[in-house]
């Protein structure tokens, strides 16, 4: 039922990938900056952008370039962000990075930004809510740089707060959320108290989604594409990391590098014991909750319960 | 005189700068991302627009925002070129990946990218004009990016045409000078003449930018900052090269890595003696006095005389 309401409209938001993000001259850069975006993926962000237009009673063909220009700077952050970490594969499919190289993956994750602004400009609204959406998405940009940031300077922090955490994964993860929620009210210029609502309403599950991804590494086991506990043995500093430590629990695989499976095992259990999963579980349940709640203002639809059955997903999904 | 009247206009510029490119949180990725732009440079760009706007009659106070926007964007694309080119010094200090790191590097580049974006949308016009603006310049980002894309992929092919070669120069530096000089007719709503001769004033002076550095990388010696004759050791493919291989002029240490001073004085003479130094000085020439003689549509005015000096200046200056 979900899954089926969401393939319609990812099939939709394929199409407008295709019509919006050709391959150009000159042929290898933009085969590399359509590498990863072509290898698919859930493509919720702009799917969250049309339900939520669906929501406030409007017709999403006239933003469905913003939907797309949401997942294309999806794409060009996790083409940067791959290659600061130094990840090899995504999707399936080798980094682009890796299947190029890097100064041609530095340049289309630079191409698929500017062109994200201008297939934004391409939205069928007034020229002032262009402007105040375009601003947004811009702010969210540079939230999501201050994320990736954060991220990469935890590594070399010995003590990270939950609040410090919380702040990270709101830039890295939550606003580009919020805004494929906010973005069609702020196009179609609705009130400040709608816009908010729909902001918030994505940045709570999109928090939520990242603490949720962080308890799938270490309850996932087999079901989860990548190795079983690896933000254990590479030193991630996730929420529970962060409670198990703050409860003064030794994992001693801790940011080790490498571990046996016993040793994950052993790991795992002790996070499992102590609590430290059970509370980041809740944590993510809870920030859903708040976030279902922020709806309230908006009528009743059956675009706004399929909002709520999304933010549920996001923290009951198994990989 | 000229240096008295861009001057006067680049300190303009440099506080503004500081207004909308203020150090934040987190501090450690900000610093990274004001290291070039507070490094100094010749603000050549936004002074371009400051004297464009003068030239058809309006306030700049109104569109500064988007004066330091394309100073920020050409920022950016330094910070990202210096990581792919592997450049360790600019304008006199350590380039950001070498200052910094990599990974902080590229981030810096991003944000400064999603702050232009942010910063132009601040101009006190019309928001119609403002999408319009908007759309130029993220035409002219993925321009910049292919430009770069062929510059390198030119390394890897033997024969470059000169068409090419204006075609990488074009898209590399010229369409960012156009935009300087032609944003702030779109931004206040003049006629597509006015914008195109402004366009096309930019973009023909652009090229001639880069041809005249070409050269004066052979003719500069100790005046440039950088190594004299460095182009032809490191095999780059500039008009002068093509010109000389066009003639069979055979240039032994043409991308050898290294050379002695002899070698290189040698190289130099040989090139002076076919022609392809004069050749490309006279093309460059041709290009500002076909540049400047677009701006006929403008009317007479103090700043469009001072347009056509400094285009003069671009192919006359000697370092």
Redesign the interface.
């Known amino acids: 039922m979900l899954k089926d309401e969401i393939a319609k409209r990812s099939s939709i938001v394929e199409e407008a990938i295709r019509k919006y993000l050709p391959v150009r001259?000159?042929e290898?850069?933009y085969k590399a900056a359509r590498h990863l975006i072509g290898a698919g993926g859930k493509r919720l962000r702009p799917v969250l952008s049309l339900i939520a237009t669906e929501a406030i009673g409007e017709d999403w063909n006239r933003i469905l370039p913003a939907a797309v220009a949401i997942e294309t700077i999806h794409n060009f952050t996790l083409i940067?962000d791959d290659?600061?970490d130094r990840d090899v594969m995504r999707r399936g499919v080798p980094t682009v990075h890796v299947a190029f190289d890097?100064?041609?993956a530095?340049?289309a994750?630079?191409?698929l930004?500017?062109?994200a602004?201008?297939i934004i400009?391409r939205c069928d609204v007034?020229?002032?809510n262009?402007?105040r959406a375009?601003?947004m998405l811009?702010?969210v940009?540079?939230k999501i740089?201050?994320g990736?940031?954060?991220d990469?300077?935890f590594e070399k922090q010995n003590s990270i707060s939950e609040e410090d955490y919380l702040e990270m994964v709101k830039k890295k993860t939550g606003v580009l959320i919020a805004a494929s929620c906010a973005l069609p009210a702020v196009l179609f210029g609705k009130d400040d108290e709608i816009v908010d609502a729909l902001w918030n309403f994505g940045l709570l599950s999109g928090i939520a989604f990242q603490i949720h991804d962080d308890v799938l590494d270490l309850t996932g086991k087999d079901k989860i594409g990548k190795d079983w506990g690896s933000d254990i043995v590479e030193g991630k500093k996730t929420l529970i990391m962060i409670k198990a430590m703050e409860m003064g629990v030794e994992i001693d695989i801790f940011g080790k590098g490498k571990a046996t499976k016993e040793e994950i095992e052993k790991a795992v259990k002790k996070l499992e014991k102590c609590g430290a999963i059970d509370y980041a579980a809740k944590k993510a349940r809870e920030f859903v909750e708040e976030g279902k709640a922020r709806l309230s203002v908006l009528e009743d639809s059956s675009a706004k319960s399929l909002l709520m059955d999304i933010a549920d997903y996001l923290v009951t999904r198994e990989y």
Do not use: K, N, W
Request: charged share 25%; aromatic share 8%; glycine share 6%.
């Open positions: 001259e000159p290898g850069l940067h290659i600061m890097e100064a041609t530095i340049l994750g630079d191409t930004f500017a062109e602004f201008e400009t007034d020229a002032a262009l402007v375009s601003r811009t702010d940009c540079v740089c201050e990736q940031y954060l990469m300077s």
